[in-house]
């Protein structure tokens, strides 16, 4: 291990460690829950939490974590291969890890999406029943987005503030594109702006149709999940062990043999 071979396998080796608890985590990451299991214990939690100075700050994503992988890639294969051709390939690892990693989606952002989906088809059934009980559709909106809270309330709201502005349905519900599941709640909003048909129905439809899309998704992704597990072990803790375990071993033998 004293060898730059052996650095260079211990380097390597921690770094698939790392990759692959990484990995692991990321597949064993617990579903978004929706508005309503959120609303069990919310209102004792607020008053609780209100009664702190301290304010818990918004998670933000690393930008370091792409660059140190990279440097410690590169610095593995230039530790292993110590050479200029060595040095040319280390380079180029650590260049393509880190644009390989700037282009993966942030956990956070995944995360905000998950739980959009998961409080979508909640906030259509609300969005109805406030249709049914008379409130014109901007208002229903925001009043929403303002009791659901989170990543989609910010975006109810800023929905209803654009139709209460006088945009367009296609314009204002834009601010959903990046949900597909949201396609068919706009494409019933357009419609029925377009030809004056009635919301409300349309939108419990939608509501239901969505709850049942929500709930094969998540049947496909318990089964998906079940399979991609085996994925960290043999791609990055196996290879883990034969470069801090094997390797050094095998090399140390053929160069006392050779």
Same mark, same amino acid.
């Given at each position: 291990m004293h060898t730059p071979t052996g650095v260079a396998c211990a380097c390597g080796a921690a770094v698939l460690q790392a990759a692959g608890?990484?990995?692991?985590?990321?597949?064993?990451? &617990? %579903?978004?829950? /929706?508005?309503?299991?959120?609303a069990v214990g919310r209102f004792t939690a607020r008053r609780r939490l209100s009664r702190l100075p301290l304010r818990r700050p918004v998670e933000q994503p690393s930008g370091r974590t792409p660059w140190l992988l990279g440097t410690a890639a590169g610095g593995a294969v230039i530790a292993l291969l110590p050479s200029l051709a060595g040095g040319v390939l280390g380079v180029v690892v650590a260049g393509g890890t880190v644009a390989v990693l700037r282009r993966m989606e &942030?956990?956070?952002?995944?995360?905000?999406?998950?739980?959009?989906?998961?409080?979508l088809p909640w906030a259509v059934d609300l969005i109805g029943a406030a249709l049914r009980a %008379?409130? &014109?559709l901007d208002?229903? $909106?925001? /009043?929403?987005?303002?009791?659901?809270? %989170?990543?989609?309330?910010?975006?109810?709201q800023r929905i209803g503030r654009s139709l209460r502005l006088g945009a367009t349905a296609a314009e204002a519900w834009s601010h959903l594109a990046d949900l597909p599941p949201a396609g068919r709640l706009? +494409?019933? $909003?357009?419609?029925?702006?377009?030809?004056?048909?009635?919301?409300?129905? +349309?939108?419990h439809r939608c509501a239901d149709d969505l709850r049942a899309d929500t709930a094969v998704r998540r049947q496909a992704g318990a089964q998906r999940a079940g399979v991609l597990i085996v994925l960290p072990l043999g791609l990055c803790f196996l290879p883990a062990f $034969?470069?801090?375990?094997? $390797?050094?071993?095998?090399?140390?033998?053929? %160069?006392?043999?050779?």
């Open positions: 608890l990484a990995w692991t985590r990321r597949l064993l990451r &617990p %579903g978004a829950r /929706s508005a309503v299991d959120r &942030p956990a956070t952002v995944r995360a905000e999406r998950e739980r959009a989906l998961a409080d %008379g409130a &014109p208002h229903a $909106v925001l /009043s929403v987005g303002a009791a659901l809270d %989170g990543p989609l309330g910010i975006r109810l706009v +494409a019933a $909003v357009e419609r029925s702006s377009a030809n004056g048909s009635a919301l409300a129905g +349309a939108l $034969v470069l801090a375990g094997l $390797v050094p071993v095998v090399l140390a033998v053929l %160069g006392e043999v050779l």
